[in-house]
């Protein structure tokens, strides 16, 4: 992006919840054609906790106990699967299912929610997510036959309603960041009911097999408004 682009996102973009420094990359030039929708954060979050858990999963959090690791004497009293999805995480073709679970302690203390990959087989994967992180969607974007997660975390900050969002790999036994879109979305309106709503909606730039997109945010906007209406949005930059 050259300077002066860079500048004018920034300019429309930035409030004091959503950063520039926290997501500035975008494709300027690139022709609505060619540009493809990823996720559009003016929506209400899609709720995707599962009807039923897996034998295997089941099995999986009755001998797992993750508070072990934080104190010898707590014991796993409870895990939660907030969300899940079906595509192939560790391995291209693997008919597999992602899962979060937020995990409970005998001493209430929580632990980092959990992001499980498992199978008929088994659990392939076992690892830490950002606390309150939900499974948005799937994605195949580079087109290698596995499949990228979008994971969004809602929390409130001064009375303020903040969602985050991040597109995550499994690479190698780890969970690689592909790229962190920041905040995403800010709901002020518990605070102050003349305030504004922020939102994104995130888009790519296809660029051919084996190769990430580039990603771009349109940023709208839209006055508060009582519950269970329908917000103006505008779009005000990208």
Known sequence: MSLPARALFCVLACTPMIACSRYSRSTGGTSEAERQPLWDFRSPQIDRQPQG???????YIERANWCRTADRQARTTGALTTSQANGSFTAPGVQQT????????????????????????GVASD??????????????????SASELLLGETMGQRNDSVRTAQLVALSKGNLKTIEDFGQVYENP??????????ALVINYLPLGHEVMPKFSA??????CVPPGTQPDWKRVGR
């Open 53 to 59: 858990i897996s034998v295997t999963l089941r099995s």
């Open 98 to 121: 992602a899962s979060t679970l937020a995990i409970h302690c005998s001493s209430d203390q929580k632990l980092e929610t959990r992001l499980v990959i498992s199978d008929a087989t």
């Open 127 to 144: 690892l830490e997510v950002p606390p309150q992180a939900l499974i948005l969607a799937t994605f195949d974007l580079n087109h290698d």
């Open 189 to 198: 309106c518990e605070r102050d009911s003349k305030a504004t709503m922020t």
């Open 218 to 223: 349109e940023v709208y906007r839209a006055p």
